[in-house]
């Protein structure tokens, strides 16, 4: 379907901004998580909720993906020049990649760890992979560095967002505003 305006849809912009403030819920807690040390009540609870979140993302990043699908995005500003295209299509694309990317090396790290994922503490996900200590700290690595690389395009994001604002003023953060 074409876009017949020059703004998101309603439904991409609830994806969007619901998405977004999951991934930094779900980062804030990872953080918070892997500071407290030993093995705490409290450590295990946020574990179970740093979890739960990224399967949440994950679901969602699947229904986006079928909405993107569908749904042709607006065209981009007038005078936005082509290298500025090129960026925003590169991000766009590492910001999709990495919303899958994150949430499955986890997935697949706890796995290796031989801990099993039960998303909101009632519903078994399937156990894909054997425990394999080689294969946690792997897996270790890789969940963080795709961390990293979403927080540094995430923060790329929103400075061309605001650079399209204030410095533009061509409208284009608008479109993504409820």
Known sequence: M???????????I????????LIIAAFLLGLTMVDIPGLTPTKLKY????????VTVFGLACLRVLWRLTHTPPAYAPNMSNWQKKAAN?????????????????????????????????????????P?????????QVHYACNVTL?????????????HQFIDRDRTLQRMLP
């Not at 574990?47 to 990224?54: A, D, I, Q, R």
Request: proline letters at 6%; hydrophobic letters at 55%; one cysteine or more.
């Open 2 to 12: 074409r876009s017949s305006t020059n703004r998101y849809s309603l439904t991409a």
């Open 14 to 21: 609830a994806l969007h901004w619901l998405m977004a403030i």
């Open 47 to 54: 574990f179970s909720w740093h979890k739960w979140l990224g």
């Open 90 to 130: 590169a991000a766009h694309g590492l910001l999709y990649l990495l919303i899958f990317a994150v949430p499955l090396s986890g997935y697949f790290y706890s796995l290796a760890a031989g801990v099993p994922v039960m998303y909101l503490g009632v519903i078994p996900l399937p156990v894909l992979i054997t």
């Open 132 to 140: 394999d200590p080689e294969l946690k700290a792997l897996l270790k």
């Open 151 to 163: 927080l540094t395009v995430f923060c790329l994001h929103v400075l061309g967002a605001l650079k």
